[in-house]
C-alpha cells in the first residue's frame, strides 16, 4: 500500500550518473527537452545534436544528484562536436553552426600532419 505524501525518487537509475539536459529555443520560449531518462548520457546528446534532434539548442547543462553538482557544459559539448567533425573531415552541421560557434568559437587551431 502506497505511503501518504510518497513520491517517486528523482535520482536517476545507477544512483551515480551524470545527466545531461539540453536547453532548446522555440518560437514560444525557452525550455529544457523532455527525454528518456536513459537518454541523458553525454553521447547520446551529441549524437542528438548531430541528427538535428533539437529545434535551436541554446545550453547544456549536466548535474549529478548523487555528488551534487551542476554545470554548464556548452563549452565542452561544442568543442566535443567540433573535433568530431574535423577528424572526420567534415563541416560542422548547419544545423548547430550557432551553437558550435558561440562556445567553441569560429576559429580554432587545428593540428596538421606533417
Not at 545531461?20 to 528518456?36: A, M, Q, S
Not at 541523458?40 to 547544456?60: A, K
Not at 551553437?99 to 568559437?105: E, I, P, S
Request: aromatic share 10%.
Amino acid at each position: 500500500m502506497p505511503r501518504t505524501g510518497w513520491s517517486p525518487s528523482t535520482v536517476p537509475y545507477g544512483a551515480d550518473q551524470t545527466v545531461y539536459l539540453v536547453i532548446d529555443r522555440f518560437k514560444n520560449g525557452t525550455v529544457y527537452r523532455e527525454t528518456e531518462i536513459e537518454r541523458t548520457d553525454l553521447e547520446t546528446i551529441i549524437s542528438d545534436f548531430m541528427t538535428g534532434q533539437f529545434n535551436d539548442p541554446v545550453r547544456v547543462v549536466a548535474f549529478n544528484t548523487l555528488e551534487h553538482w551542476a554545470d554548464d557544459v556548452s563549452k565542452d559539448v561544442a568543442q566535443q562536436i567540433q573535433t568530431r567533425c574535423d577528424i572526420a573531415g567534415e563541416p560542422v552541421p548547419e544545423h548547430i553552426q550557432d551553437f558550435v560557434d558561440t562556445y567553441a568559437g569560429p576559429t580554432r587551431q587545428l593540428s596538421l600532419r606533417l
